[in-house]
T-cell receptor, first 114, second 111 residues
C-alpha cells in the first residue's frame, strides 16, 4: 500500500468541466509534487510545494491550478482542459527539499479529457 | 543540462533469470534514485543511491559516481518484476527538487 493517497483513481471530464485531483500524505513530509505522465514516457514535473508554498512551476498552463491547503494535502484544480491533457497525474512527497530526500509517489489519477 | 541514458530500452526474461540494468549520466550528481513502475502505473521508489551499493531482497544497486553510472541488479526474477524501471538524478548545479529522468527500461518477465 502506498502512503501517498490520490483520489480519484480515474476521471473522465469534458473540456468545459471543472474538476479537482486530491493528494494526501501523513508521513510528515514537507515537500509535495505534481507530475504528469504520458504513455511510455517518464514523469514530467509540473509543480513543487515546499513548506506549503509554491516553489516550482514548470511553466504549466493556467488551466492547471495547484493548491496546498496544509502540509498534508495537495490539490490540482482543472478547468477548460484539452484532450492532449489526458494523462496519468502523479502526486509525490519527500521529507525535505534537499537532494537526500527520496520521492514517494501515489498511485496516480488517470485523466481522460473528451 | 545533464543527460540520463538507460539501457537496454527493452528486456525480456524468463522467470528465475538474473539481469542488470544500467543508467549513465553526463555530469556529477548529488541524488540518484531508481524507481519501478508496474503495469498499473504505480511508481515505487526502489533505491536512493547517489553513491555506493545497497541491497533490498533480490534487488541491489551500485552507483559509481566518479565514472557516472549506476547499475540495478535483479536476481531470480519474478513475473511481478515486470514493468518499467526508471533512473532519475539531480545535480548540485541544478535544482535539487527537480529530478532529471531517463527514458526507462521496460522489463517483461515471462512465467
Amino acid at each position: 500500500d502506498t502512503e501517498v493517497t490520490q483520489t480519484p483513481k480515474h476521471l473522465v471530464m469534458g473540456m468545459t468541466n471543472k474538476k479537482s485531483l486530491k493528494c494526501e500524505q501523513h508521513m510528515g513530509h514537507r515537500a509535495m509534487y505534481w507530475y504528469k505522465q504520458k504513455a511510455k514516457k517518464p514523469p514530467e514535473l509540473m509543480f513543487v510545494y515546499s513548506y506549503e508554498k509554491l516553489s516550482i512551476n514548470e511553466s504549466v498552463p493556467s488551466r492547471f491550478s495547484p493548491e496546498c491547503p496544509n502540509s498534508s494535502l495537495l490539490n490540482l484544480h482543472l478547468h477548460a482542459l484539452q484532450p492532449e491533457d489526458s494523462a496519468l497525474y502523479l502526486c509525490a512527497s519527500s521529507q525535505g527539499t534537499g537532494p537526500n530526500s527520496p520521492l514517494h509517489f501515489g498511485n496516480g489519477t488517470r485523466l481522460t479529457v473528451t | 543540462g545533464i543527460q540520463v541514458e538507460q539501457s537496454p530500452p527493452d528486456l525480456i526474461l524468463q522467470e528465475g533469470a538474473n539481469s542488470t540494468l544500467r543508467c549513465n549520466f553526463s555530469d556529477s550528481v548529488n541524488n540518484l534514485q531508481w524507481f519501478h513502475q508496474n503495469p498499473w502505473g504505480q511508481l515505487i521508489n526502489l533505491f536512493y543511491i547517489p553513491s555506493g551499493t545497497k541491497q533490498n531482497g533480490r534487488l541491489s544497486a551500485t552507483t559509481v559516481a566518479t565514472e557516472r553510472y549506476s547499475l540495478l541488479y535483479i536476481s531470480s526474477s519474478q513475473t511481478t518484476d515486470s514493468g518499467v524501471y526508471f533512473c532519475a538524478v539531480s545535480t548540485r548545479a541544478g535544482n535539487n527538487r527537480k529530478l532529471i529522468w531517463g527514458l526507462g527500461t521496460s522489463l517483461a518477465v515471462n512465467p
